[in-house]
C-alpha cells in the first residue's frame, strides 16, 4: 500500500534512491555526525525525525563515545521506520537502545509523545511540511535545556553529468534541474495549509527561541569515474528528475532523458566513466535555553 505524507510523495517507494544517497554521503556526513555529538553526555538521547532510512542515526550510533544512549527514530511512513529501525539497530549493537516512533513531524502534540532529547536531528523534512516555521518549533521543544536542535537544509545542488552528453541539447542537467525547482515551488504551494517563510533557516531557529544559531557545511564529491555504486544513484536520480519535470521540459529533453538510463540505447548512462557528483549539504544548529 502507497503512503503519502504532506508533500503526496510515496517515500516508502524511494527507499533505493534513499538507500543510494545515504551510502555516497558516508564519509561527509560522518564528520557531521561527529561534530554534532562533540559535548554531549554519557548516554545521550537523539531524536531523528523525520529519519527516512535511518543513514544519519547509523552513524551517530557508530560514533558514539560511550554506552548507555537512546536513540528515537521518528517517521510518518511505517515502512521507512521499520527499514531504519533495523539498520540503525544492527549499528548499535549494545552501546544504544533503539525505539521508533510512527508520528508526523507536523504534529503539535509530537513533544508530548517524545523524551527531551540531548539532540534533535531532522534532514530535509521541515520544507516538505505546511507550516516550516511551527515545525522548528516543535523540533525546538523536543530539546531539553541545554540540548541542541540540528536540521539539514538548503546547501548546493548536486550535479552528475557532463554539459554535453553527446544526445540532445547540451546542459539537460540544468534544465531538470531548474523543472524540479518549479515542481517544488508549485508543490509547496499545493500543501493543505501551506505557510510561506520568507526567511532563512537561521532566522528560523533564531524565532524558534533557539540560542548559539550557527550553520556548517559538508562537500560531497565523488569524482569520475566514481564506484559502480555512484552510477546507480545517477540513473535513480535522472529518472526521478525525468519524472518530476512533467511539462516543464520540452519532449526532446524527456525522449534524451529515457534514453540515457534505457540500457538498451548506446547513450545508456550505466555505460559511462565521466559520471561523478559534486554538491554540498548545509547543517543549521541552535541550542535550547
Known amino acids: 500500500m502507497a503512503v503519502h505524507t504532506h508533500d503526496d510523495i510515496d517515500w516508502a517507494d524511494r527507499l533505493r534512491s534513499l538507500r543510494l544517497a545515504e551510502a555516497l554521503d558516508t564519509e561527509p556526513m560522518r564528520v557531521a555526525a561527529r561534530r554534532l555529538l562533540e559535548g554531549m553526555p554519557d548516554g545521550p538521547t537523539i531524536l531523528d525525525v523525520g529519519c527516512g532510512a535511518g543513514g544519519m542515526s547509523v552513524l551517530f550510533a557508530e560514533e558514539l563515545a560511550s554506552a548507555g544512549a537512546k536513540i528515537v527514530l521518528v517517521d510518518a511512513t511505517e515502512h521507512l521506520l ?18 521508533t516512533i510512527h508520528a508526523d513531524v507536523a504534529d503539535d502534540e509530537l513533544p508530548a509523545k517524545l523524551p527531551p532529547a540531548d539532540l ?43 554539459w554535453d552528453l553527446g544526445i540532445g541539447r547540451p546542459g539537460l542537467e540544468e534544465r531538470l534541474l531548474a523543472a524540479r525547482g518549479e515542481w517544488f515551488a508549485e508543490m509547496r504551494a499545493g500543501i493543505p495549509g501551506s505557510v510561506s517563510m520568507p526567511y532563512g533557516w537561521s532566522i528560523a531557529l533564531q524565532r524558534a527561541g533557539l540560542d548559539d544559531v550557527d550553520s556548517f557545511g559538508v562537500l560531497v564529491h565523488h569524482p569520475a569515474p566514481g564506484p559502480e555504486l555512484l552510477r546507480e544513484f545517477v540513473l535513480e536520480r535522472v529518472s526521478w528528475l ?26 545508456f ?21
Open 120 to 162: 534533535v536531528w531532522a534532514s530535509r523534512v521541515v520544507h516538505h511540511l505546511p507550516d516550516q516555521q511551527a515545525a522548528i518549533d516543535t523540533l525546538a521543544r523536543l530539546a531539553r535545556p541545554g540540548g541542541l536542535v540540528a536540521i539539514a537544509e538548503g546547501g548546493l545542488d548536486f550535479n552528475c553529468l557532463p
Open 269 to 289: 548512462l550505466g555505460a559511462r566513466r565521466d559520471l561523478f557528483l559534486l554538491g554540498a549539504k548545509t547543517i543549521h544548529c541552535g541550542r535550547r535555553s
Open 82 to 99: 521499520a527499514e531504519a529501525h533495523r539498520v540503525v539497530s544492527a549499528a548499535a549493537g549494545d552501546r544504544a537502545a533503539i525505539e
Open 242 to 267: 525525468n519524472e518530476l519535470a512533467g511539462d516543464r521540459i520540452d519532449a526532446e529533453d524527456h525522449e534524451t532523458a529515457a534514453a540515457l538510463v534505457d540500457p538498451a540505447n548506446p547513450a
